[in-house]
């Protein structure tokens, strides 16, 4: 369905889309684990996986952001699958499968949570006892849920997700970390790309927060589960035709002749 302005560039939420974006590349807390999974973990073969999973990621979000906002424009919400009518049947299919996606993703992100405040707050290196591994891990299952509570819209999750942990995570603190262990000068030639890479994500970050607060009434608004225009009857476009008797009785005539 068309909407006014459906194809202004650049408008003022174009922050959050690069922390969105930016935030569908985060796997840091994966990389070790696939990088002790190869069976001959190489720089070549590394380098191999990182790539081709960059490339299809890349694919993928092209693909699902493309055809997502030309197939319903300014209606199109943070959650893609809302945009679909409750009574489509194969949509309410893929709704089951995502969640179970989801149930089975979200005990490794808390994994890898759990061990880092085991680590780097609590400052323990040794193996938890089960109480007070039963115990913190509860305390983070009851944390994040308590905050999901708080909106049913995904686009500000996702936004702030990207801007404030993305953006740090794939431009901050990597390129700090390789002027950091370089043995130049910070200001040399070399880490000018680094450098650049650094402020871009430290622009984002800076300009997406305060946009984020200047645009927070907007940022907030979804359908909040409720059926969308397009999916109701009235809203299907409808054609009247009047004629009028006279008119009727020619046409009648006329196709008589010609059937003569």
Not at 148 to 174: D, H, Q, R
Request: proline share 4%; net charge negative; charged share 10%.
């Amino acid at each position: 369905p068309a909407t006014p302005n459906a194809w202004s560039f650049a408008n003022g939420h174009f922050t959050d889309a690069l922390g969105i974006i930016s935030f569908a590349y985060v796997c840091h807390h994966n990389t070790f684990m696939i990088h002790t999974s190869l069976e001959n973990p190489t720089t070549a073969r590394w380098g191999y996986v990182t790539h081709a999973s960059i490339a299809a990621a890349t694919v993928f979000t092209l693909l699902f952001g493309i055809v997502g906002y030309v197939s319903f424009t300014g209606y199109t919400q943070g959650d893609l699958l809302e945009n679909y009518c409750y009574n489509d049947s194969l949509v309410n299919v893929a709704r089951i499968v995502y969640t179970i996606t989801i149930m089975l993703t979200f005990p490794v992100e808390c994994f890898v949570c759990r061990e880092v405040v085991q680590n780097l707050f609590l400052g323990l290196t040794e193996e938890l006892c089960l109480w007070k591994h039963v115990l913190l891990t509860a305390v983070l299952v009851g944390f994040t849920g308590a905050i999901s509570m708080t909106t049913e819209c995904l686009g500000i999750v996702l936004a702030l997700n990207g801007i404030l942990a993305a953006c740090p995570l794939a431009y901050i603190f990597p390129s700090m970390c390789v002027i950091k262990l370089r043995p130049e000068p910070i200001l040399s030639r070399g880490n000018t790309l680094p450098g650049l890479i650094a402020i871009f994500g430290l622009l984002i970050f800076v300009v997406g927060s305060l946009m984020i607060v200047v645009n927070f009434k907007d940022a907030t608004k979804c359908n909040h589960g409720a059926q969308l225009p397009y999916c109701e009857d009235s809203f299907l476009p409808t054609t009247t035709v009047n004629m009028s008797t006279t008119t009727l009785a020619t046409t009648t005539a006329s196709l008589l002749n010609i059937t003569v």
